[in-house]
């Protein structure tokens, strides 16, 4: 039987491996270092999830993993932040 935190590593690998084939999907460095800084400063930015797993920054509204989002190009902020 599979345990659930390998399925989680094999699904964050599989988004991974998506992202590094499609670089294009990619925001720049530049504009994920202003998504953060906006990010950090809202009112909806959680510092850490509840599951032990997943302690990473969140977004209250969409409940997002930021870490992820942030990342993506194609994505934008619920709240038209950004």
Same mark, same amino acid.
Request: with cysteine.
């Given at each position: 039987?599979? #345990? @659930?935190?390998?399925?989680?590593?094999?699904?964050? !690998?599989?988004?991974?491996?998506? @992202?590094?084939?499609? *670089?294009?999907?990619?925001? #720049? /460095?530049?504009?994920? $270092?202003?998504? +953060?800084?906006?990010? /950090? $400063?809202?009112?909806?930015? $959680?510092?850490? *999830?509840? @599951? !032990?797993? +997943?302690?990473?920054? /969140?977004?209250?509204?969409? *409940?997002?993993?930021? %870490? +992820?989002?942030? $990342?993506? %190009?194609? !994505?934008?902020? %619920?709240?038209?932040? +950004?």
């Amino acid at each position: 039987m599979i #345990s @659930f935190r390998s399925l989680v590593n094999s699904a964050k !690998l599989t988004i991974s491996a998506f @992202f590094k084939k499609n *670089g294009q999907m990619l925001a #720049s /460095k530049v504009t994920q $270092k202003e998504r +953060w800084k906006i990010c /950090k $400063k809202c009112e909806f930015y $959680k510092q850490r *999830g509840r @599951f !032990l797993l +997943w302690r990473k920054p /969140k977004c209250k509204v969409c *409940g997002c993993y930021l %870490d +992820w989002k942030i $990342k993506a %190009d194609y !994505l934008h902020c %619920d709240k038209e932040k +950004w």
